[in-house]
């Protein structure tokens, strides 16, 4: 009794230690919290996911561009709470409708939500929202709390033993869920968006125009909710409580910019939607016209075109197929990178000669950081002055039930020769000044997009009936949608 006692006393002083030491007042907010975490390692964070991010995602490919989005970035910094961070702003290659901020001052938008903004005040609203989960430390807080309940789950398990059985569960759920931004931390970013955006001579009111765009991308038939949405849930009533902060703000808004010439022409040309010179998939084949191949995943398995390799599930979630590049420069040198990974057991490799191809390939056994036994298939070769890997895998207990489809899938790489595919070229947004007055449907009939009137509207922020006026730049979206 007495070491559990004591044992209680020592949790319960450390957390009043750490109280005493952490517990700040935040400048952004004027609440008070208590942080385990400090700037420079909050800093450091970011730093590492930035990494990630930049690997994962990669940064759009308009340098112009991206010193506009970071000017404006910067200007949003200087006038916050926390602008000695080392603030960083970067465009990343998306299609998806998105902004998002990592602790530390490291801010990302996609060329998504850029193709669908009006002007440079909107652009700000996003921006000063995610620099305002930055200064309010949402992140931080998320953090610091999971590792107090954490502590608390410590000191329950002394109380009762039994608990221990549950304490790896409770972390890794609980990593998961503090990490989400709150309700009420998207209340407060949006209203430390108005505030900075203010302060920048920016007119705020262009925020409440971005809900409504987001909120018309949700309600759109055929399209995705915008990722913004679903990684910042909807505080309920965020035009009007927008509308509420902005009412706050003592000064007029007479002068406050909007600037939506110089906003539209930094985003002409760029690229929207999809783009499938990255490749793009026909049911389950995947063809990539830069690399010049064709892969076919098993009938009915879930596929994913990422940055650094292609991935096919199966329905049950039991089994994988991947391709990715090896940086080896021969095939044999793939294969042998391969073979020497920690709990790895290759076969022999055997030569195989398939449509012109030269396939290293063998099979294999693993054993998964978390014990689990795998066997699969592992494919090595040359193409078009690149060295490609195709692992395809299931548990070692199922691998008899898939080892035929993923065989015959690993053996369905081929040449692209389809010339279509092959000279295949994004669509991008062109800039059309009005010569007269027109609706945004006598626009699509005179300058005809790539993409439905409905999202022809949406990326305008325009009813199609609604009157244009002479001199307004108008979006198009030009280029032949490939599927």
């Known amino acids: 009794m007495k070491t559990i006692l004591q044992n209680i006393a020592i949790s319960l002083l450390t957390v009043s230690l750490l109280w005493l030491a952490g517990c700040a007042v935040n400048p952004a907010t004027g609440e008070r919290h208590l942080s385990l975490i400090s700037e420079s390692q909050e800093i450091q964070m970011g730093k590492e996911s930035d990494q990630q991010i930049v690997s994962s995602m990669g940064v759009y490919n308009n340098p112009d561009l991206q010193k506009y989005v970071e000017s404006v970035g910067m200007r949003l910094a200087s006038r916050c709470e926390r602008p000695n961070l080392p603030w960083t702003f970067r465009v990343v290659d998306d299609p998806t409708v998105n902004a998002f901020a990592l602790p530390g001052g490291f801010i990302y938008i996609t060329r998504g939500i850029l193709a669908h903004l009006d002007n440079e005040a909107q652009l700000a609203g996003v921006m000063g929202h995610e620099i305002g989960h930055v200064t309010a430390q949402h992140s931080v807080n998320q953090m610091t709390t999971q590792q107090l309940t954490q502590l608390g789950i410590g000191i329950g398990m002394v109380l009762k033993p039994e608990l221990q059985q549950y304490g790896q569960l409770a972390g890794m759920g609980l990593s998961v869920l503090f990490l989400k931004f709150s309700r009420s931390d998207e209340s407060q970013a949006d209203a430390l968006g108005v505030r900075y955006s203010y302060r920048i001579g920016d007119d705020p009111h262009e925020l409440v125009s971005v809900m409504a765009m987001l909120d018309h991308v949700t309600q759109a038939s055929g399209q995705r909710i915008p990722e913004w949405l679903s990684t910042h849930p909807d505080p309920g009533n965020r035009e009007q409580n927008i509308r509420a902060n902005i009412d706050t703000i003592h000064g007029g808004f007479a002068g406050k910019n909007i600037d939506a010439e110089v906003y539209l022409k930094h985003i002409d040309g760029i690229v929207f939607g999809d783009n499938p010179r990255e490749g793009f998939f026909r049911g389950t084949t995947f063809l990539q016209p830069d690399m010049k191949f064709t892969f076919t995943f098993p009938a009915g398995w879930q596929t994913a075109n990422q940055k650094q390799m292609v ?22 040198e793939a294969a ?6 920690q709990g790895f057991a290759l076969e022999p490799l055997k030569s195989e000669s398939i449509r012109g191809f030269t396939f290293r390939s063998a099979g294999f056994t693993a054993t998964s950081s978390d014990q689990t036994k795998l066997q ?16 395809g895998y299931s548990a070692q207990t199922a691998w008899s039930g898939y080892k035929s489809a993923v065989e015959q899938s690993v053996n369905s790489f081929d040449k692209l020769t389809d010339a279509r595919v092959l000279n295949c070229q994004p669509m991008h947004l062109k800039l059309v000044k009005l010569d007269k007055s027109m609706t945004l449907q006598q626009f699509n009939q005179k300058y005809p997009s790539s993409i439905p009137m409905e999202t022809l509207s949406i990326i305008n922020q325009t009813d199609p009936a609604q009157l244009m006026k002479p001199g307004q730049f108008v979006k198009q979206v030009v280029g032949e949608k490939i599927s």
Request: net charge neutral; aromatic share 6%; no cysteine.
């Open 311 to 332: 991935q096919g599930i199966s329905a049950n979630k039991d089994a994988a197929i991947q391709i990715s590049l090896s940086d080896k420069k021969t095939a044999s």
């Open 376 to 391: 699969g298939r592992a494919l090595f070769l040359e193409h078009n002055g690149a060295v490609f890997e195709i692992v």
């Open 336 to 341: 042998t990178q391969f073979s020497t990974q």
